[in-house]
DNA sequence: TCTGGGGTCCTAGGACCC
DNA sequence: TCTGGGGTCCTAGGACCC
């Protein structure tokens, strides 16, 4: 038995925590350079703003509708979101954190009232941290999103679902009959695993509801569509495929890229902005103590400007060995941007990935590594130290540029609030 | 004027091997 | 007329997720 503990409207919650006057009022969070919409508070989602739609457009199509939009704050987020796992996973023995706002709770070895006591775990999310939560329960993963998903929707759209499955919804407690005219009540798009293509493709096959896709038959899904949706069938009918994550694997690859906020034609710039990236990837690689075989640095221009001549490339550079050195990883980006550089385009983004990252701890040792290595991984450990006690870019290599923030590469914040929660001068004040 | 960032998994097809 | 069988590895592309 999984439960799914989700933050409704995530980001703009947590903008709300700060700034109570933003409750009630149509409010969205912008992507990086305030691009489009990656989170709406219900007012705004009623108002029909979609997930994705492009600010500029927001706003020439709702001139009047008093749509407050801010610039994310990912520092706030993610500090917000430490906190709200933390009590989560007060709810069961085992935590899955699964992205910045959900986590799945293992309830196997669980017993006495799961609902009266995710209601407990709920209230104390919003009392604690300020942020309403929907959690839902069920015998699989898929089934407990599916769960979650009924709890958010009974509890913003009264009518939608019956009123006793809102905030908290368990599906392994209701009577058959219910449950089916719960996934009757379900548009198949719905389901965790089945995206825009598939679900147009059962809805072409005469399918519309979770209940159809819950009667399918799995081997017939395997043979007519994946293993993929096989297993999105099973988990709907109980049967669980999905392991429980208890502690997350390390990640196969790393990337740091950025739209940037104007065009960039110059290669100067463009070699500026690769060694942040890669410097901010190299700091990732390290947290999570991988090394990375090869590097990839690419460049494109903007497939939204029309008018412009359009050039995208991509160039990996293979390591000499396995490392986890910025040095070393700037210098293979830098080499890889040059290569893919050609004049005389409008560049819209960067970006640098790390590939074939495998564990610092297995190394393959050449004779006469000498000290030089050991001083240099010495070295990394106090940069990373440095930066995380005195900020972000606190320390850097040379060429990532004398970033003043008003180079033409940075990325447009221009609705940004505070870091609440983790800069002191950012600390709100409370007045008596 | 203005359209995000960061991941995972699966499959098909080509190259290559014996 | 008739042109094998079985396998691995790699890559690109598609689909999905938040």
Request: net charge positive.
């Amino acid at each position: 038995m999984y439960a799914l503990v989700d933050g409704n409207n995530f980001y703009v919650s947590c903008e709300r925590v700060f700034r109570p006057s933003l409750l009630d009022r149509p409010v969205i969070v912008l992507s990086n350079n305030d691009g489009c919409a990656i989170a709406r508070s219900n007012e705004a989602k009623a108002l029909g703003i979609a997930m994705g739609a492009p600010w500029h457009l927001i706003q020439r199509s709702l001139p009047d509708a008093g749509v407050v939009a801010l610039s994310a704050n990912f520092t706030l987020y993610g500090d917000m979101s430490n906190r709200m796992m933390a009590i989560a996973a007060g709810l069961g023995p085992g935590q899955e954190i699964y992205s910045i706002d959900e986590s799945f709770i293992d309830l196997s070895a669980m017993r006495g009232d799961l609902v009266a006591r995710s209601h407990q775990v709920r209230e104390r999310i919003l009392q604690w941290i300020g942020i309403p939560c929907g959690i839902g329960i069920g015998s699989t993963k898929t089934l407990a999103k599916l769960a979650n998903h009924v709890a958010k929707t009974a509890d913003r759209k009264p009518g939608s679902y019956p009123m006793e499955l809102a905030r908290v919804c368990n599906l392994s407690a209701l009577p058959p009959s219910d449950l089916d005219a719960v996934f009757a009540a379900t548009d198949l798009g719905e389901v965790w695993g089945i995206g825009r293509r598939i679900g147009a493709q059962l809805k072409e096959a005469g399918l519309t509801s979770v209940l159809d896709v819950v009667r399918l038959d799995p081997a017939m899904v395997r043979g007519r569509w994946s293993v993929v949706l096989e297993r999105t069938v099973r988990e709907l009918q109980g049967q669980s495929c999905m392991g429980f994550e208890d502690v997350a694997p390390a990640k196969k690859e790393i990337a740091c890229t950025r739209s940037f906020g104007q065009p960039v034609t110059q290669l100067k710039d463009l070699i500026e902005a690769v060694s942040q990236f890669a410097s901010r990837a190299a700091e990732k690689l390290r947290k999570q103590g991988s090394q990375a075989v090869q590097v990839l640095a690419f460049i494109h221009t903007s497939p939204f400007r029309r008018q412009d001549r359009q050039y995208s490339r991509s160039i990996t550079v293979p390591l000499r060995r396995p490392t986890a050195d910025t040095a070393l990883i700037v210098q293979a980006a830098v080499m890889g941007v040059k290569a893919a550089f050609k004049p005389g385009f409008n560049y819209s983004k960067a970006g640098v990935m790390l590939l074939d990252l495998q564990d610092a701890s297995v190394q393959q040792a050449e004779l006469a590594l000498g000290d030089e290595a050991a001083d240099r991984s010495a070295l990394m450990a106090t940069l990373d130290r440095l930066n995380d006690r005195y900020g972000r870019g606190a320390v850097v290599l040379a060429s990532t540029g004398q970033s003043d923030g008003r180079r033409g590469w940075h990325m447009k914040q221009s609705m940004k609030t505070p870091e609440y929660t983790t800069r002191w001068a950012d600390v709100p004040r409370a007045l008596a």
